[in-house]
Structure formats: C-alpha cells, structure tokens
C-alpha cells in the first residue's frame, strides 16, 4: 500500500510570493495533519483536519492555511511568504480522528529567498 | 503546553555498541511515538507505544507513563542507524498534536 504522498518534493518562491503545498493521506485514513520543521528543530504542529473541517491549530500566524478535500487529500496555503518561513513541510495521516498512530509522508522543502 | 526533553542531544556510537535514548514529558499523555529521521527528511514510525515495552528486531521501546518517560535502546548498532531520533507525544483534549522533542542525532562508525 502507498503511504503518505506529498508534492512537490522541492520548492523556491520569493518573499511575498503565495505558496500551496499537497498531500495524499493513506488510503483510509480520514484525518491529516500539517507540520513545520525548521532546520535543527523538531516538528511543529500547524493544522489537524478530519472529514474536512478543522479539528486543531497550532500557534501559525494567519498567513497558513489549509482545507481537506472529499477524498480525504489536503491542502497548506501559505501567502505573503517570509524568510522565515523556509523549511520542511510534513503532511501526516491517522485512521480515524481518535486513533493515535500517526504516519508521516516525506516532507516538501520549501525555500524562501 | 506539555513539555519534551530528549536526551542526549548528540550521540557518536562504534558500529556494534548499544545505547539508549531517553524522553521525558511533563504531563500525562495517550500516544507516544519513535521516530527516526533519515538524511531526506523522511520520518520513519518505530514505536507507537504510550506504555508498557515493544521489541522490533534491535531495537526496543519502553514506556514507564505514572514516571512521565521513555526510552528506546538501540542494540549491536549499524551505520543505517545514522540519524535523528524524535520522540513525540499526544495528549488527550489537546486538539489531537504531536508535540515533538528536540531529537537525538545518532552518528554511527564503521
């Protein structure tokens, strides 16, 4: 079975660009999650979504945003894009909303220039 | 919010020793989770284990959740060990997060 897909791989966009980043959750699996991992840091939790609406948001500023589509695949948006915001965007996927295990797809890497 | 503490922050083993990785958390938690990072960024499940001990080959995880911590042991280490290890855990009502420690990195030697 495929895991979690996450595209694309790579990406460079200027400051003040608009950014959107896509992931596939296991086939199955209902609920996504969006985290940020900055160099030498652990992952920080942005969004969690099951069965398309909002269900946890970690301390983002309102530039992120995300939505979760009928087949369970999801959305992050990002705009007015920062130096900051340069890092690897991981997209997880669970079962069900209050399964625990969560599985994590390879990351997109986004930089900022 | 809860608190994550990993330790050591570095770790250069010899291929062939054993070690432990250690995780504390400040608060009671429902999920607790080992991951090990590879040089692509690819977060790689070891262990789901909020409590009690799990064995996968060399590797092996336990979970002591009345003391708030965890350990994983790495046994007869290979240089495919290479990597950051993270623990991270949930806790109930806390909009279903995994909130991560700060990792160890793992460097093994031929």
């Known amino acids: 079975d495929a895991g979690v897909t996450q595209s694309p791989t790579h990406l460079i966009k200027t400051r003040g660009q608009h950014v959107t980043l896509r992931c596939s959750p296991i086939?199955?699996?209902?609920?996504v999650s969006w985290y940020q991992q900055v160099l030498g840091q652990g992952p920080q939790f942005i969004f969690q979504?099951?069965?398309?609406?909002?269900?946890g948001r970690g301390n983002f500023p309102d530039r992120f945003s995300a939505r979760q589509f009928p087949n369970y695949s999801s959305e992050l948006n990002v705009n007015a894009l920062l130096l900051g915001d340069s890092a690897l965007y991981l997209c997880?996927?669970?079962?069900?909303?209050?399964?625990?295990?969560?599985?994590f797809g390879p990351g997109t890497r986004l930089t900022v220039t | 919010g809860i608190q994550v503490e990993q330790s050591p922050p570095d770790l250069i083993l010899q291929e062939g020793a054993n070690s432990t990785l250690r995780c504390n958390f400040s608060?009671?938690?429902?999920?607790l989770q080992w991951f090990h990072q590879n040089p692509w960024g690819q977060l790689i499940n070891l262990f789901y284990?909020?409590?009690g001990t799990k064995q996968n080959g060399r590797l092996s995880a336990t979970t002591v959740a009345t003391e708030r911590y965890s350990l994983l042991y790495i046994s007869s280490s290979q240089t495919t060990d290479s990597g950051v290890y993270f623990c991270?855990?949930?806790?109930?009502?806390?909009?279903?997060?995994?909130?991560f420690g700060g990792g160890t990195r793992l460097m093994v030697k031929p």
């Open positions: 086939s199955g699996h209902k609920s």
């Open positions: 979504y099951y069965e398309k609406e909002e269900r």
């Open positions: 608060d009671s938690v429902n999920n």
């Open positions: 284990i909020p409590s």
């Open positions: 991270a855990v949930e806790r109930a009502n806390a909009g279903n997060m995994l909130t």
């Open positions: 997880a996927s669970r079962q069900e909303f209050f399964s625990y295990e969560q599985y």
